[in-house]
């Protein structure tokens, strides 16, 4: 097993490393912090000076590629037995032999370890940030705590990590933290718990196999199926209340995007209701891309592109 990254060509060893790291999964850290720069800056994009346009740049690089990438090998790692009998990873390079354990372990370290040296360079507090991130992808994959398999704090540990943690560290890069809107922090919040429980719904069975003790489990499936659907219904109804108080939007913004709001909770409902494999992954999917929408409105209105009558 330790030879078989030696005996593969960079370009397979690239590819199988890059598909083993989920990029599409690295949305759930980099959504919140672009969402926490981009309120701060007012604006799409980075336009200069330059200094913001690099820290903009080596942030999105320390929450994406590299921690989101080690946090997912990290995890693979740790969870090699369940993996097997999972639909979802049981294809994987690591799961049929392609990588080894080891070299999947040591590139989750150097990712770690890079994501926390590009952080340096934005500032301290954002590297402060970073490693608070790194130890809840430590704590939460690996024994003795492995809090993946304590449920309630399996959630929580996304909620800080991806919801929270990341939307001040895409603020801090422009403004200081005693600034941030923190009413907002709900949206990140509820928006990481709609994501995260159709993961443990999927997870389901091979988690019960191998005696995996996640919310889902826990709780049952149906009962992870309401969760979900009520932090989706939270999360709009928290916009909605941002939009009554003229809190970030006015009013008007919600007479524009309501079809949008109930459009995402009944495909939420709709996609997850059969509390199977496909559903989960289409309830991911699809309100990935309405609450991207969504949320893209709002940056666009906040920054004062998106101009209503």
């Given at each position: 097993?330790?030879?078989i990254?030696?005996?593969?060509?960079p370009?397979?060893?690239?590819?199988?490393?890059?598909?083993q790291?989920a990029p599409?999964f690295?949305?759930?850290?980099?959504?919140?912090?672009?969402?926490?720069?981009s309120?701060?800056a007012?604006?799409?994009?980075?336009?200069?000076?330059?200094?913001e346009?690099?820290f903009?740049?080596l942030?999105?690089?320390?929450?994406?590629?590299?921690?989101?990438?080690?946090?997912?090998?990290y995890?693979?790692y740790?969870?090699?037995?369940?993996?097997k009998?999972s639909?979802r990873?049981?294809?994987?390079?690591?799961?049929?032999?392609?990588l080894?354990?080891?070299?999947?372990?040591?590139?989750?370290?150097?990712?770690?370890?890079?994501?926390f040296?590009?952080?340096l360079?934005?500032s301290?507090l954002?590297?402060?940030?970073?490693?608070?991130?790194?130890?809840?992808s430590?704590?939460?994959?690996?024994?003795?705590?492995?809090?993946?398999?304590?449920?309630g704090?399996?959630?929580?540990?996304?909620?800080?990590?991806?919801?929270?943690?990341?939307?001040?560290?895409?603020?801090?890069?422009?403004?200081?933290?005693?600034?941030?809107?923190?009413?907002?922090?709900?949206?990140?919040?509820?928006?990481?718990?709609?994501?995260?429980?159709?993961?443990?719904?999927?997870?389901y069975?091979?988690?019960?196999?191998e005696?995996?003790?996640?919310?889902a489990?826990?709780?049952?499936?149906?009962?992870?199926?309401?969760?979900?659907?009520?932090?989706?219904?939270?999360?709009?109804?928290v916009?909605?209340?941002?939009?009554?108080?003229?809190?970030?939007?006015?009013p008007?913004f919600?007479?524009?995007?309501?079809p949008?709001?109930?459009?995402?909770i009944?495909?939420?409902w709709?996609c997850?209701?059969n509390?199977?494999?496909?559903?989960?992954?289409?309830?991911?999917?699809?309100f990935?891309?309405?609450?991207g929408i969504?949320?893209?409105l709002?940056?666009?209105?906040?920054?004062?592109?998106?101009i209503?009558?």
């Amino acid at each position: 097993m330790n030879d078989i990254v030696a005996s593969l060509s960079p370009i397979k060893t690239f590819r199988y490393f890059f598909r083993q790291m989920a990029p599409l999964f690295w949305g759930v850290s980099i959504m919140p912090f672009y969402i926490g720069w981009s309120l701060a800056a007012r604006k799409i994009y980075p336009t200069g000076p330059s200094t913001e346009i690099i820290f903009f740049i080596l942030g999105l690089l320390a929450v994406g590629p590299f921690l989101g990438g080690a946090t997912i090998l990290y995890n693979d790692y740790y969870d090699r037995s369940t993996d097997k009998h999972s639909r979802r990873k049981k294809n994987l390079p690591l799961m049929i032999g392609l990588l080894s354990p080891e070299s999947v372990h040591r590139l989750a370290i150097a990712l770690f370890v890079i994501a926390f040296i590009l952080s340096l360079f934005v500032s301290l507090l954002f590297a402060l940030f970073i490693s608070i991130c790194i130890l809840l992808s430590l704590i939460y994959s690996a024994p003795p705590l492995r809090l993946k398999e304590r449920s309630g704090l399996d959630l929580l540990t996304n909620v800080l990590g991806s919801g929270i943690i990341c939307s001040f560290a895409g603020w801090i890069i422009v403004k200081p933290i005693a600034e941030f809107p923190f009413f907002w922090i709900l949206v990140p919040i509820l928006g990481v718990g709609a994501i995260y429980m159709p993961t443990t719904i999927i997870d389901y069975d091979p988690d019960v196999k191998e005696g995996v003790k996640t919310i889902a489990t826990y709780l049952g499936k149906k009962n992870a199926f309401y969760l979900g659907i009520t932090f989706v219904i939270l999360v709009n109804c928290v916009i909605i209340a941002m939009a009554i108080s003229n809190y970030i939007i006015s009013p008007k913004f919600i007479l524009f995007t309501w079809p949008l709001v109930v459009i995402e909770i009944i495909t939420y409902w709709y996609c997850l209701r059969n509390l199977d494999f496909k559903g989960g992954y289409y309830a991911i999917l699809t309100f990935s891309i309405l609450a991207g929408i969504g949320n893209g409105l709002i940056l666009f209105y906040h920054a004062g592109i998106l101009i209503l009558p």
